[in-house]
């Protein structure tokens, strides 16, 4: 289905799992449009210095949440967010919202044209997830079915050996899914009720998602 063309002022969203290929896919669009790629973790760095002192917390400023290593709250999360869409010419939004009361809040100061949802099953991400390998001498990586070392078990650049981190283990991998299911799944029936929505097999390879990325904007 067409929905295209949104060149002038694209509003995009971008929903999907823990490796689902989303950074992929919002950075290719954002280099192809010349649009801005909003990320949670971007907004806050590039706005951690913004007076937020109506807010009700304990800081001024993001910057007090990060340095302390604290969650930052919802509601400051959605004042990066809206800062850093209100200075976008067009945009593609990927890891935000999380969540339904987010995503309500989005609603406020954005209008969004179209969500895309990059659909990857569970034994797909599980692969993509836990196949990822660092090199504990250089910090190189590399995935055992999508980018192997020529020398099972090697660094590449340095010889060093590769280890599967913490974040990458079968059960740590498992739970941020189940957590991604109850908490930002349920955006794909919110986002479907308001005819918004559009489904992308995101098992294909990243050429072929954007292919059909593409086509949605044509």
Same mark, same amino acid.
């Given at each position: 289905?067409?929905? !295209?063309?949104?060149?002038?002022?694209?509003?995009?969203?971008? #929903?999907?799992?823990?490796?689902?290929?989303?950074?992929?896919? =919002?950075?290719?669009?954002?280099?192809?449009?010349?649009?801005?790629?909003?990320?949670?973790?971007?907004?806050?760095?590039?706005?951690?210095?913004?007076? +937020?002192?109506?807010?009700?917390?304990?800081?001024?400023?993001?910057?007090?949440?990060?340095?302390? !290593?604290?969650?930052?709250?919802?509601?400051?999360?959605?004042? +990066? #967010?809206?800062?850093?869409?209100?200075?976008?010419?067009?945009?593609?939004?990927?890891?935000?919202?999380?969540?339904?009361?987010?995503?309500?809040?989005?609603?406020?100061? =954005?209008? $969004?044209?179209?969500? +895309?949802? $990059?659909?990857?099953?569970?034994?797909?991400? $599980?692969?993509?997830?836990?196949?990822?390998?660092? @090199?504990?001498?250089?910090? =190189?990586?590399?995935?055992?079915?999508?980018?192997?070392?020529?020398?099972? &078990?090697?660094?590449?650049? @340095? &010889?060093?050996?590769?280890?599967? %981190?913490?974040?990458?283990?079968?059960?740590?991998?498992?739970?941020?899914?189940?957590?991604?299911?109850?908490?930002?799944?349920? $955006?794909?029936?919110?986002?479907?009720? %308001?005819?918004?929505?559009?489904?992308?097999?995101?098992?294909?390879?990243?050429?072929?998602?954007?292919?059909? +990325?593409?086509?949605?904007? =044509?």
């Amino acid at each position: 289905m067409s929905r !295209g063309p949104y060149v002038q002022s694209m509003e995009l969203l971008l #929903v999907g799992a823990p490796g689902a290929g989303k950074g992929t896919q =919002a950075a290719r669009l954002a280099a192809t449009y010349e649009i801005d790629h909003i990320t949670t973790g971007d907004a806050l760095r590039a706005n951690k210095d913004l007076d +937020i002192s109506d807010v009700d917390g304990p800081y001024d400023t993001p910057r007090g949440y990060m340095d302390a !290593g604290e969650l930052v709250p919802d509601a400051v999360v959605n004042r +990066i #967010v809206e800062t850093a869409v209100d200075a976008a010419d067009g945009y593609v939004l990927d890891g935000y919202p999380r969540n339904r009361s987010q995503a309500e809040h989005l609603e406020t100061f =954005a209008t $969004l044209e179209l969500v +895309i949802y $990059l659909d990857v099953g569970t034994e797909e991400l $599980l692969r993509r997830l836990t196949g990822r390998r660092v @090199c504990a001498e250089c910090g =190189a990586t590399y995935h055992v079915d999508f980018d192997p070392p020529e020398q099972q &078990g090697r660094c590449d650049a @340095c &010889g060093g050996k590769l280890r599967q %981190r913490d974040d990458d283990r079968p059960a740590v991998v498992r739970e941020r899914l189940r957590v991604y299911r109850e908490e930002t799944a349920p $955006l794909i029936d919110f986002y479907e009720e %308001r005819d918004l929505l559009e489904r992308v097999d995101g098992e294909a390879d990243p050429d072929t998602v954007f292919t059909a +990325i593409e086509r949605l904007l =044509a």
